[in-house]
């Protein structure tokens, strides 16, 4: 058995965890512990105080009873908000707090596009347009290329939260771009355990959503790979090497 280890912001998309748990069909579980939100807005300071040390420590103690192998920060925003160098330091000072090895949601979009062996991206956001920005300059940042960003302005993880599979749908073709190689919706907040393969099929290439991701890398921090069509593309390729 595998225990991977999240840290929630509030409570909005968290019924993604046990759909995805189910979907993954194996001997993994993925224990969750909500952080404290603070202030729900799709803004730069609140992001930063989001994605605060002490509101990530907070956390952990309750992880490690859970047996969790590795933990990962399950928050796009609250992540990519502080920078490249800004989000490395935030899951080196969560590695120290839990004991465990950690990572993030944002670090988890970028070695999916990796093991994807995708470069060019397009951004379907539902933030504003000055944090989908922020987003795509962390992108940049990775070595990735984003040929478009699309944001579609919801001012809040709670108005995110309730999105359906038909409004995701539209939020992921009015980011697409023909010279993408995938696409990329960021926001835990966003429902899309149960959309992917629908998402994929209607756009004909990878989409990378935040949920799905986050639990990707967590089985990367664990050394584990499990094959579930279900779940998109991203659990179905086999690893690519990189040069």
Same mark, same amino acid.
Not at 38 to 45: I, K, N, S, T
Not at 51 to 72: D, I, T
Not at 173 to 199: C, M, N, Y
């Given at each position: 058995?595998?225990?991977? +280890?999240?840290?929630?912001?509030?409570?909005?998309?968290?019924?993604?965890?046990?759909?995805?748990?189910?979907?993954?069909? !194996?001997?993994?579980?993925?224990?969750?512990?909500?952080?404290?939100?603070?202030?729900?807005?799709?803004?730069?300071?609140?992001?930063?105080?989001?994605?605060?040390?002490?509101?990530?420590?907070?956390?952990?103690?309750?992880?490690?009873?859970?047996? @969790?192998?590795?933990?990962? %920060?399950?928050?796009? !925003?609250?992540?990519f908000v502080y920078g490249w160098e800004g989000a490395h330091e935030?899951?080196?000072?969560? =590695?120290?707090?839990?004991?465990?090895?950690?990572?993030?949601?944002?670090? +988890?979009? $970028?070695?999916?596009?990796?093991?994807?062996? =995708?470069?060019?991206?397009?951004? @379907? @956001?539902?933030?504003?347009?000055?944090?989908?920005?922020?987003?795509?300059?962390?992108?940049?940042?990775?070595?990735?290329?984003? $040929?478009?960003?699309?944001?579609?302005?919801?001012?809040?993880?709670?108005?995110?939260?309730? %999105?359906?599979?038909?409004?995701?749908? =539209?939020?992921?073709?009015?980011?697409?771009?023909?010279?993408?190689? =995938?696409?990329?919706?960021?926001?835990?907040?966003?429902?899309?355990?149960?959309?992917?393969?629908?998402?994929?099929?209607?756009?004909?290439?990878?989409?990378?959503?935040?949920?799905?991701?986050?639990? %990707?890398?967590?089985?990367?921090? @664990?050394?584990?790979?499990?094959?579930?069509?279900?779940?998109?593309?991203?659990?179905?390729?086999?690893?690519?090497?990189?040069?």
């Open positions: 058995m595998t225990a991977l +280890g999240f840290l929630y912001p509030g409570h909005f998309a968290e019924d993604d965890y046990p759909r995805i748990e189910q979907l993954l069909g !194996s001997d993994i579980r993925l224990p969750l512990v909500h952080a404290d939100i603070g202030e729900d807005a799709h803004h730069e300071d609140a992001l930063r105080e989001l994605g605060s040390p002490e509101r990530l420590a907070a956390g952990v103690e309750e992880l490690r009873l859970s047996g @969790a192998e590795a933990v990962v %920060w399950a928050c796009t !925003s609250g992540s935030q899951v080196r000072g969560l =590695a120290r707090a839990a004991g465990l090895p950690a990572s993030s949601t944002s670090f +988890g979009f $970028v070695h999916a596009v990796r093991e994807i062996g =995708a470069r060019r991206v397009a951004v @379907a @956001a539902t933030y504003p347009e000055d944090v989908a920005s922020l987003f795509a300059a962390f992108l940049k940042d990775a070595g990735l290329e984003p $040929v478009s960003v699309h944001a579609a302005g919801a001012g809040t993880a709670a108005e995110a939260a309730t %999105w359906d599979g038909d409004r995701v749908l =539209a939020l992921a073709r009015a980011g697409d771009h023909p010279g993408a190689d =995938a696409v990329l919706v960021p926001d835990t907040a966003l429902h899309t355990a149960s959309h992917l393969k629908t998402l994929e099929s209607a756009l004909g290439k990878p989409v990378l959503t935040a949920n799905q991701v986050t639990v %990707w890398e967590a089985l990367r921090l @664990a050394d584990r790979r499990v094959n579930a069509p279900q779940l998109g593309t991203l659990f179905t390729r086999e690893p690519v090497v990189q040069v």
